[in-house]
């Protein structure tokens, strides 16, 4: 996406919701806020093991922004604060939040909803950002284990099916061919998602563990079809008039709070 909004002549601007440590942030990032900070390229990035964010810094030689997953105090404030001063900096029309997975487009019934908080606290925290904004999803059978949440996926797909954009990546589409690319240059080991999906364009299909993950996943298998290499997109209104939970989150939530009222929403499903 990023790669043909920039041939389209689009200014595009990189966020991530990063798990890169704290020490590599101090050392290697500009701090702009409380919890905003902007990663400049330079070569030094590519001594830390892990800095995806530095890596793609220097591959683009952009600047790229990151509000840290780890921090246990912030909030749904604080990420819309971070969208703010981007907003302000750059005079942002549309945003697009990008999964990989489908944590973000479930409706919140589904049998085993994964890790949604991280993604909630970014649909919660842009919901008062005024400009155009979409949900979309890659990898979207990377989170679906077991055949009922796979016939839950498909259900959430048709039930979104007339609002849906969807491209199918391949090899043959010069900008994937890129994203390819810069990914396995960059310690592919790191991204399971990633690796799946690459996987997943290069043709396999089936229970798949590439052989790089063997380490880092075990026996854990997956089912690459051509859903894992199709991107969907959605309008936000949709994504968030159909969720069954999302007007339970408030803007001062942290993650773990934003974590417990999941859980006591699906308990609430269950009795």
């Known amino acids: ?18 798990f890169t440590e704290a020490y ?3 050392n290697a990032a500009k701090k ?3 919890y905003l900070y902007r990663v400049d390229p330079d070569e030094k990035h590519q001594g830390y093991h892990y800095f ?15 509000i840290p997953c780890w921090d246990i105090t912030i909030t749904c404030k604080d990420v819309q604060h971070c969208y703010e ?24 019934n589904e049998e ?15 919901e008062k950002i005024q400009c155009a904004k979409f949900i979309t999803a890659i990898g979207l059978c990377v989170d679906a284990h077991g055949e009922t949440m796979i016939k839950q996926l498909a259900q959430r797909l048709l039930e979104l099916k007339a609002h849906e ?22 310690k592919p080991v790191q991204s ?5 999906v690459v996987a997943a364009i290069d043709g396999e299909r089936g229970m798949i563990t590439p052989s790089h993950l063997r380490a880092k996943i075990g026996k854990s298998r997956v089912v690459l079809s051509e859903l894992t290499c199709t991107q969907h997109t959605y309008p936000y209104d949709v994504i968030v008039s159909t969720n069954l939970y999302f007007h339970r989150l408030k803007d001062t939530m942290t993650l773990a709070e934003i974590d417990d009222e999941v859980v006591r929403f699906r308990l609430e499903q269950i009795n």
Request: aromatic share 10%.
């Open 52 to 66: 995806p964010e530095g890596y793609l810094a220097n591959e683009l030689q952009v600047s790229i922004y990151i």
């Open 165 to 186: 954009q969807t491209l199918v990546w391949t090899k043959e589409n010069a900008d994937v061919a890129r994203y390819i690319t810069t990914f396995r240059k960059h």
């Open 32 to 34: 702009l806020g409380k």
């Open 112 to 126: 085993d909803l994964g890790t949604p908080a991280e993604d909630m606290m970014h649909i919660k925290g842009i």
């Open 192 to 196: 399971v998602v990633h690796s799946l």
């Open 85 to 108: 001063i981007i907003q302000q900096l750059y005079k942002v029309e549309t945003i697009y939040l990008v999964d990989g997975g489908c944590d973000a487009i479930l409706k919140g």
């Open 1 to 18: 996406m990023y790669f043909r909004l920039s041939r389209e002549g689009k200014k595009c601007v990189l966020l991530n919701f990063s």
């Open 24 to 26: 590599v942030l101090r």
